[in-house]
């Protein structure tokens, strides 16, 4: 297996145990970065979509990690770069009026640094 399906392989699985945490405890494992409105119904809710949403991105990789065709999961690498991508922007937008929680930089870094490297995957997994 190549390095760039084994490096997704690794993200796949970050992004599914961050998908399941997210939805069975949105409010302790989002306060760091959203803030007090992780507390809040609509903040649970909207965590937990999130949630399930990365869990399925996380699954999707490490079953298209193996797949016959390279261009199948260079296709789903470059999406999940684009998920992170509009993750990290709308982190880095949000963080400008002061109200999200103190591990708002750490996700922001999580979030593009997981863009780029899925990007680069993406790029390998095409050559």
């Known amino acids: 297996m190549s390095a760039a399906r084994i490096a997704m ?3 796949g699985v970050g992004r ?3 998908g399941l945490a ?3 405890a949105p409010a302790q494992t989002s306060k760091g970065w ?3 409105v992780a ?3 609509g903040g649970k809710v909207a965590v937990r979509a999130l949630g399930a949403r990365d869990a399925l991105l996380g699954f999707m990789a490490l ?3 193996s797949a ?3 261009l199948v999961a260079a296709r789903w690498s470059a999406a999940i ?7 990290g922007g709308a982190t880095a937008v949000a963080r400008g009026g002061g109200r999200l929680g103190p591990q708002r930089d750490a996700v922001l870094a999580l979030a593009l640094g997981s863009a780029v490297a899925g990007a680069a995957i993406a790029a390998k997994l095409r050559a």
């Open 34 to 36: 959203l803030g007090d």
């Open 63 to 65: 079953h298209v990690a």
């Open 39 to 41: 507390d809040t119904d």
């Open 9 to 11: 392989k690794g993200i």
């Open 81 to 87: 770069a684009l998920c992170d991508l509009v993750d």
């Open 16 to 18: 599914l145990a961050i």
């Open 68 to 70: 016959d065709d390279p």
């Open 22 to 24: 997210l939805v069975a």
